[in-house]
């Protein structure tokens, strides 16, 4: 019992790094006019929360050592908190840049503690309904923030409502620390006593395809993200409704796939599971490019559906390739690999796009997944030939 309450605990903490997630897109018409600023500035906002995450992701592993994986989720989900609540509080805009500061740094530590915890500790069934739950939290910011604006009520008290789920949150998190003392990290002794430096740990190789992968995945999905509903207006010729439903539906397939693969590895180890989710978001881009109509709807179910599984596998796949000596370091830069990958790719894609034609947005994304998958044959090759450090 108390192994499936610390579980709980866990997805419950990444359903809460969800919740913010999409926030400041379905609030910002509503904030800009407040803040007498461009429509443009919330930008600055999103950059300030990238960078800030980026910088805490590469540094979760020295601090995790310092304090435990339970104090520092605690303390992130705390930072969180600071930063929605300050989102709702404040009526300057640099104030607003000032609360994105705990809500990147928050977010970061949440992310990369969590994700190497998992990785070295559970099963890899756990990583995939993990992430699921941070999809459900992604998919419920906006639903509350929609029902708070729906019923004329300030985007402030949607802020303030996912502030005070953070805050029960911390008080959860608070009183089940003695559980993360009972649920030590495996090997956390070496862990912690590691001389490995950060040069050799970036020399391992395959490492830097490792950080390639994470790169040009999350770069994929933020490009999907951004540009996918653009796509189907522009290029397709669909309604703005039946863009957006589309488009949803690679939402709900990639909450309910990542559900699904992890079902899909008591019977598929981690290699096959991620060549068969490759190979799948290829054929989803493939009926993207050429299809029409009501084809598209399939295309985009399979692209989700592809994507789903892959995030989470490579980080499950982490210590396996690398060793559980380095998995944090490693982890750290492929999670910040992969917000610098939704930072810059998206946005680049958009000047490309202005300056030449739309139709290149699912040639764009093939190209990615095509790195994805060379990237995961070199690493399975490299590891045939030399084993990780351990």
């Not at 693969?261 to 599971?273: E, I, P, V």
């Not at 690999?337 to 139709?359: E, R």
Request: hydrophobic share 55%.
């Amino acid at each position: 019992m108390r192994q499936f309450a610390f579980i709980f605990i866990i997805y419950a903490a990444f359903f809460s790094l969800g919740l913010p997630d999409s926030l400041l897109g379905v609030a910002w018409p509503e904030m800009v006019g407040e803040f007498h600023v461009a429509f443009s500035a919330a930008g600055i906002i999103s950059m300030t929360i990238a960078i800030c995450t980026i910088i805490a992701s590469l540094q979760t592993a020295r601090v995790t050592r310092k304090m435990g994986t339970g104090k520092l989720v605690l303390g992130s989900v705390l930072l969180t908190a600071i930063g929605l609540i300050g989102f709702a509080s404040t009526q300057n805009f640099y104030l607003l840049i000032l609360a994105a500061l705990p809500l990147g740094l928050g977010a970061g530590a949440i992310d990369t503690s969590l994700n190497d915890y998992v990785a070295v500790n559970l099963k890899a069934h756990h990583m995939n309904w993990l992430h699921a739950f941070w999809g459900v939290g992604a998919t419920m910011g906006p639903m509350i923030m929609g029902v708070v604006l729906n019923h004329h009520y300030s985007w402030r008290n949607g802020y303030m409502i996912i502030g005070g789920i953070q805050l029960m949150l911390v008080i959860i998190l608070f009183f089940s620390l003695p559980l993360w003392k009972r649920n030590k990290q495996k090997g956390s002794e070496e862990l912690d006593h590691r001389t490995t430096s950060l040069r050799e740990v970036l020399k391992q190789k395959g490492v830097l395809f490792a950080l390639l992968s994470f790169l040009f995945y999350v770069g994929l999905e933020g490009s999907i993200f951004l540009w996918g509903s653009s796509y189907l207006i522009e290029v397709k010729s669909l309604s703005v409704a039946t863009a957006s439903y589309i488009l949803s539906i690679f939402f709900a397939s990639l909450t309910v796939g990542r559900i699904l693969s992890g079902f899909l590895t008591f019977w598929l180890s981690n290699q096959k599971m991620l060549l068969y989710s490759e190979i799948c978001l290829l054929v989803g881009i493939f009926i993207v490019a050429f299809g029409s109509g009501q084809i598209l709807y399939g295309g985009f179910l399979l692209i989700g559906l592809g994507c789903a599984a892959i995030f989470p596998t490579m980080l499950h796949e982490t210590p396996r390739r690398f060793g559980e000596r380095n998995s944090r370091e490693i982890i750290g830069f492929q999670v910040a690999s992969g917000y610098v990958g939704i930072t810059v790719l998206p946005p680049l894609l958009g000047v490309v796009f202005q300056g030449f034609s739309m139709n290149l947005f699912p040639i764009f994304l093939g190209v990615f997944a095509f790195i994805l998958l060379g990237a995961t044959m070199v690493i399975e090759k490299g590891r045939t030939a030399t084993k990780p450090i351990r």
